[in-house]
T-cell receptor, first 111, second 114 residues
Framework: GENVEQHPSTLSVQEGDSAVIKCTYS??????FPWYKQELGKRPQLIIDIRSNVGEKKDQRIAVTLNKTAKHFSLHITETQPEDSAVYFC??????????FGAGTRLAVHP | EAQVTQNPRYLITVTGKKLTVTCSQN?????MSWYRQDPGLGLRQIYY???????DKGDVPEGYKVSRKEKRNFPLILESPSPNQTSLYFCASSLLLRDTGELFFGEGSRLTVL
């Protein structure tokens, strides 16, 4: 269907560990997959995105991988820090005019 | 400073009392959209607008209206609010979404309907 399934819903890691959040979708027409970070009480902000002609993209400690055949994409955060604590939303393009968001993952990084 | 501004940020109202949440962007963006955020449901699109006088329904439009008379403004209207519209609302804009393009969100408006 239209939804994006996001897992896990909550994730707790120790500072310095890696965190991985995975999203799956079913619409093979989707070609744009952004990730948004929402700190407590703040607005969502784009942190990284990937388009369907690319399998992986990195930006310092964060990376996104895309498997179009299997219809899943993942966010990887390495060397986590307390300031990485937030809710992370994946999304996929849903046609010309919309982004369809996952339900979010609450990441807690413990010092 | 480039920004999306929403007002009010917080509002408590009663069932049936019409209200408007304003949204304004200063980035000359063509695309604007309203989302509601509820626990466990992520961000769901209410309405969007591709340009002035062009609006369309998102996934959860029932109970809401919008208008786009000017490029910079995209107000959300609740004609007769009900308790199930208690939520956190975000306005967002983009240069032109077209399957790509960053969404810039406002700070959010927390609405409680009693």
């Amino acid at each position: 269907g239209e939804n994006v399934e996001q897992h896990p819903s909550t994730l707790s890691v120790q500072e310095g560990d890696s965190a991985v959040i995975k999203c799956t979708y079913s619409d093979s027409a989707s070609n744009y997959f952004p990730w948004y970070k929402q700190e407590l009480g703040k607005r969502p902000q784009l942190i990284i995105d990937i388009r369907s002609n690319v399998g992986e993209k990195k930006d310092q400690r964060i990376a996104v991988t895309l498997n179009k055949t299997a219809k899943h994409f993942s966010l990887h955060i390495t060397e986590t820090q307390p300031e990485d604590s937030a809710v992370y939303f994946c999304a996929r393009s849903g046609g010309y005019n919309k982004l369809i968001f996952g339900a979010g993952t609450r990441l807690a990084v413990h010092p | 400073e480039a920004q999306v501004t929403q007002n009010p940020r917080y509002l408590i109202t009663v069932t049936g009392k019409k209200l408007t949440v304003t949204c304004s962007q200063n980035m000359n963006h063509e695309y604007m959209s309203w989302y509601r955020q509820d626990p466990g449901l992520g961000l769901r699109q209410i309405y969007y607008s591709m340009n002035v006088e062009v609006t369309d329904k998102g996934d959860v439009p029932e109970g809401y209206k919008v208008s786009r008379k000017e490029k910079r403004n995209f107000p959300l209207i609740l004609e007769s609010p009900s308790p199930n519209q208690t939520s956190l609302y975000f306005c967002a804009s983009s240069l032109l979404l077209r399957d790509t393009g960053e969404l810039f969100f406002g700070e959010g408006s927390r609405l409680t309907v009693l």
